[in-house]
């Protein structure tokens, strides 16, 4: 058990994570900063935090688990804020979609203390955020990515595997930048393919009466759309070189079916779906412990 929880950034993740940490029997007290003070407030309303912090320093001082549950791109100021009170008996893990950037600032910031830090993406999430739709269920059931670096302390990274098993996930360890090229094929291609496509249809004269005859599937495809802008801006932005490689693929490989569309290849284009078709019913969310 940790005796208390240094939570920075009290909204979805951060506040299902406490929640769920707090459920498990894990930890004795959570003690919470977010940038915004009414989002603390609230987050001690709900029971997610025992104790307001006035700053992300003070939210660290005496815990010996601590969570950055805030945007990448906040992560280098929030270590930077944080790093004179963490010791080497202190575990930090992010929740971030992008790993080397975070990996990066660690590096840079915490120096001889960046083995305290085991990177962490949970796949799991919402397309609404704030603490009002912590859950506490929020993590049982997904994946959560582990990315330590050669320097992380093996105590630590022990500490949060078990964890995150204790919350009912399957951990995975890959490095920083297997991860960052996975994600950005299976992640973050969608969503920016989602923001195109909503983007496309409703800059049209006649969008609004599209859209209004979109049926369920559509409704399914499109559904990442609706995830939070900022949050968004700063995955896409971090991970762009991997991202506009798989970008690349995908558009060679559009270009290709609109080739055999145009040229009225029926045969080809059945083809060409039925292999899609074939690899997405055959398609299960599993991993190995390790991916190097």
């Known amino acids: 058990m940790f005796e208390q929880l240094g939570l920075i950034g009290c909204g979805l993740m951060g506040g299902s994570f406490a929640l769920a940490l707090k459920r498990a029997g894990l930890v004795?007290?959570?003690v919470g900063y977010s940038k915004s003070p009414s989002t603390t407030e609230r987050a001690r309303q709900m029971g997610v935090i025992d104790v307001e912090a006035p700053s992300a320093?003070?939210?660290?001082s005496g815990a010996d688990i601590v969570l950055l549950a805030v945007p990448v791109s906040a992560t280098e100021a929030t270590f930077k804020g944080i790093r004179h009170l963490v010791n080497a008996n202190t575990l930090i893990m992010d929740v971030g979609s992008t790993k080397r950037?975070?990996?990066d600032a660690a590096r840079r910031i915490l120096r001889d203390h960046v083995?305290?830090?085991v990177p962490a993406h949970p796949i799991t999430g919402k397309e609404v955020s704030g603490v009002e739709n912590a859950d506490v269920n929020l993590y049982v059931g997904k994946q959560v990515i582990l990315t330590p670096i050669e320097r992380t302390f093996t105590v630590q990274l022990q500490k949060a595997v078990d964890v995150w098993t204790a919350l009912g996930c399957n951990v995975v360890k890959m490095s920083p930048q297997s991860h960052d090229a996975a994600y950005a094929a299976v992640s973050h291609l969608p969503h920016l393919i989602a923001f195109a496509l909503i983007s496309g249809i409703s800059g049209q004269a006649q969008g609004k009466e599209y859209l209004s005859l979109a049926g369920p599937g559509f409704r399914d495809f499109s559904r990442i759309a609706a995830s939070d802008p900022k949050m968004w801006r700063d995955i896409l932005i971090a991970n762009k070189e991997e991202l506009l490689e798989q970008s690349k693929i995908f558009q060679a490989t559009l270009l290709s079916l609109e080739k055999l569309i145009a040229s009225g290849d029926g045969d080809a284009l059945e083809a060409r779906i039925d292999q899609a078709s074939s690899t997405r019913a055959n398609w299960r969310i599993s991993a190995?412990?390790?991916i190097k």
């Open 28 to 30: 004795k007290r959570v």
């Open 57 to 60: 320093l003070l939210a660290v």
């Open 101 to 103: 950037d975070v990996v």
């Open 115 to 117: 083995g305290c830090f």
């Open 288 to 290: 190995p412990k390790s």
